[in-house]
């Protein structure tokens, strides 16, 4: 447990940060979740829009470094080959 003033301040500047860190993990996968549900359902338009809203999560999230940025690529990546083979 931490005892001095300093070791509680960074204890309570943790919390808030990872609580900020699941926080936009979890919209950024929800985005990626709605893209893929679109998908599936062959609904081009709305696939569009929320992958549109889905790059923007997932290149802020790169950006903070919440995750790696090649992490972000690769999703990015395969969702859009997915949108691409439902419009063809």
């Known amino acids: 447990m931490a005892n001095s003033a300093q070791a509680k ?3 309570r500047q943790a919390e808030k940060a990872r609580a900020r860190n699941a926080s936009q993990r979890s919209a950024m996968r929800t985005s990626v979740k709605k893209v893929l549900k679109a998908i599936e359902a062959k609904d081009l338009d709305a696939a ?3 992958y549109q809203y889905a790059v923007s999560l997932l290149d802020r999230a790169a950006s903070k470094g919440l995750i790696h940025k090649n992490k972000a ?4 990546s395969r969702v859009n080959a997915k949108i691409k083979a439902i419009a063809a």
């Open 48 to 50: 569009r829009s929320n």
């Open 9 to 11: 301040k960074r204890v």
């Open 73 to 76: 690529a690769r999703l990015k």
